[in-house]
């Protein structure tokens, strides 16, 4: 038997999942009515909402199982959530990943297993829309795309919960959505004895932007600060704008030479967008607060970045005294 894999983002995965405080909850007609056409539309015994947690799939409906969760080392949909588009079964005895898994050799004897994806509105897939049979079978194409279109469903309703944790103008994670993904990230690396890191960002100059070119410019300007930091960071961390001009950044599980080499690669790609920009009549630039996450010390999100703002205002004085004392 394969045991799924785990995504590389899978603290912030997990993080994301739990912020919607949607585990453990009573079923929902809109999430049982989609398993339940789905169901009845490709007449399989089975189909599933499937939540995949850190050591479990939940499943938020359950449409002809009996049970709420399983283990998630034996489960299907943590392979699924690996992938991009639907993951197909089409005899598990013939896989041998699967052919000799409990939940092929017992109940439910899963032969035929097809999975979606659901993805929520940061790019994280958090669980499965799932058809499951008793008999191998194939989907067609047309079939792929009716589940897939099924899927698409079931992630609006998960994103519905998740909207209000979104920045409507930079589509990363505003105060809000980035408190609850950092509270829960830093809960995991206590848990486990692993190092973060937080970076509290504010853009220099904004106000000028703002006054010299137009709000709409300065609009710009945050849109793209948001986009640099989301290609300089990795998946597995936690960026987000807490209003403004101010951004914060979560490193989990990263030493002092990652956390060297994520700045770097910041550096590198806010140059090349400067150097790339010249029409634009100004550059980007941010002073940045950084700290160290000492579970001694922080015990909150909150701790964290009171200590970053600090850190942060520090940087931009320092700033200015060196242009006073240069002009």
């Not at 049979?133 to 194939?138: A, G, K, N, T």
């Not at 403004?244 to 790609?269: M, P, S, W, Y």
């Amino acid at each position: 038997m394969k045991v799924p894999d785990y995504p590389e983002n899978e603290d912030v995965r997990v993080a994301t999942l739990r912020s919607l405080s949607i585990l453990d909850t009573e079923p929902e007609e809109r999430f049982d009515r989609l398993a339940r056409i789905a169901k009845r539309l490709f007449g399989v015994p089975i189909a599933l909402v499937s939540l995949v947690d850190m050591n479990r799939q939940w499943f938020k409906s359950c449409q002809g199982l009996a049970v709420t969760e399983m283990s998630r080392d034996i489960s299907f949909c943590g392979h699924a959530i690996l992938g991009n588009d639907i993951f197909m079964i089409a005899d598990t005895l013939e896989d041998e990943r699967f052919y000799d898994n409990p939940l092929v050799l017992n109940e439910p004897r899963i032969r035929f297993y097809a999975g979606v994806p659901l993805v929520v509105p940061n790019g994280i897939k958090v669980g499965t829309l799932c058809l499951i049979d008793r008999e191998p079978r194939i989907l067609s194409d047309e079939d792929r795309e009716l589940l897939r279109d099924l899927g698409q469903m079931a992630a609006q309703e998960l994103s519905s919960v998740q909207l209000a944790t979104i920045d409507e103008l930079t589509q990363i994670s505003n105060r809000r959505g980035f408190s609850a993904l950092a509270h829960h990230a830093l809960n995991l690396c206590k848990r486990m004895n692993k190092p973060a890191s937080l970076f509290f960002f504010d853009l220099d100059f904004f106000k000028e932007i703002n006054d010299r070119y137009g709000h709409a410019e300065g609009d710009n300007a945050l849109v793209n600060f948001s986009k640099i930091l989301k290609e300089s960071f990795r998946e597995s961390d936690v960026v987000g704008r807490l209003g403004g001009d101010e951004f914060v950044a979560l490193l989990t599980n990263a030493n002092q030479t990652e956390t060297q080499l994520i700045l770097n690669r910041l550096e590198q790609v806010l140059k090349d967008f400067n150097s790339k920009q010249t029409d634009r009549g100004y550059d980007i630039v941010y002073s940045v607060g950084m700290v160290e996450f000492d579970p001694s010390r922080h015990h909150s999100i909150n701790d964290l970045l009171v200590e970053g703002d600090r850190l942060m205002y520090a940087q931009k004085r320092e700033k200015r005294s060196k242009e006073v004392i240069s002009s």
